[in-house]
């Protein structure tokens, strides 16, 4: 079967099997390697994109049901200029990110969160996080970073 | 089986009509997180996958009245974060969209929908409990025929013989005063429910307490219902009949059995059951009987 679907701001169509996981979809077929393949069952997170905006595990959903939605992966969360996004510079600036494996679901998620509510508590922001798994930073790094870009965005609005 | 066909129904009667088709295995496919676990685990037996997401009427939120009485009316593939974000829940089922927002993860509740836990009978959190507590009902639609049973009932009941969907949850709209007491065990805070337990009982003017209902939930085991608890009241209430009382629950508890499974499963219910019993008596008991 086809399916066609907006990625990354792009349409396009791509022949796939009606069981055929999107993970397996956006990494082999459209090499969006970002998106990473951790447990595979949707404990870690890893795999996460945005699905119509709304925060989606690629690895429990089938290829199948994004036809005619509007998916973004880790490389479209980029800056314009293809370096790293607010959000992604403050995982640096804040020691965030470790082994990295993480890294793409945890500022999917966030970004999930930031496009809802940019005044986000601690908890809130734990809670937005709460389905995707760090082994090496201890979380704490993350959060931070989350709630940074959060004052940023807050501040920018306000200058407009 | 591999999965010849992946369909996207339109219609409830086009979904309908491709799952009673005997000629072509079909099942069906709402937030996919069922049917991706069938697939990992290679048990996933069908010729055809049928997508119920685009279904109009799959997708409603409204207040609706039968027989009298008022219900919201969840369509059954609304994800838990979209039943959760209506406008009228929070205000009207302050207990539903508590337990719709601590069902799982952000991103499994934009994949599970009240139509897929309910038929897999899988927990989301405590939302089980929740949904037998305010005594809400399922619409399931069959070829010919479309019935409503409780959702209690449906928990309880065994596999339905004709092919089925449900279209609907029912959730009566009902300013009933009640007192509840929710006790949850987490895998890690904030991180996934994996047992909980949900007390309610009707506040009487005279301060009693009648209608007791208590209802847990485990991972994996589904719900757990009391039946047969009698009706405590502030005036009869004696040390015996709290201790009667807590004797029904436990023998409830004992029916499962005595190996190390069973013996862990009761010891998480029975302390969190005995918790909240212990918040519900306690007020009563403060006073001289």
Partial sequence: ?160 | MAVKNYLYAETLQQALDSISDEEICSQLISGGAGVADQIRNGYLDCDQLVDITRIPEMKVAQVVTQNGESYLKLGSALTLNQAARLEQMETLFPLLYDVLTQSSDPARRNAFTLGGVLATKIPAGMLFPALCALDSKLVLARKDSTSVIFVEDWMKSVLQEEAFIITAVLVPIRPVPVWRMKDVKRRMHPGEIVAGVLVLAEALRDGGLDNIRVYATLDQYGLVTFEGIPSLHKQSLTKEKIDDYTTSVETHLMRWGTDADAAYRRKVVRTLVNRCLAELFLPVLKEPL
């Fill in chain 1, 1 to 160: 079967m086809k399916i066609h679907f907006r990625l990354n701001g792009s349409l396009v169509e791509r022949q796939i099997e009606p069981d055929q996981f999107l993970l397996d979809v956006l990494r082999n077929s459209f090499e969006m390697l970002g998106v990473k393949e951790g447990c595979s069952i949707g404990e870690c997170g890893s795999c996460s994109v945005l699905v119509d905006g709304e925060l989606r595990k690629s690895c429990i959903m089938l290829a199948a049901q994004v036809e005619r939605c509007d998916v973004v992966t880790i490389e479209g969360v980029a800056g314009e200029d293809g370096g790293p996004n607010d959000l992604q510079q403050a995982f640096l600036d804040h020691g965030s990110v470790q082994c990295g494996f993480c890294t793409p679901g945890m500022v999917m998620a966030g970004e999930a969160l930031l496009s809802e509510n940019l005044a986000p508590s601690r908890d809130e922001i734990r809670e937005a996080l709460s389905g995707n798994l760090c082994r090496c930073t201890g979380y704490q790094q993350i959060i931070t970073a989350v709630e940074d870009t959060a004052q940023q965005r807050r501040s920018a609005l306000e200058e407009k």
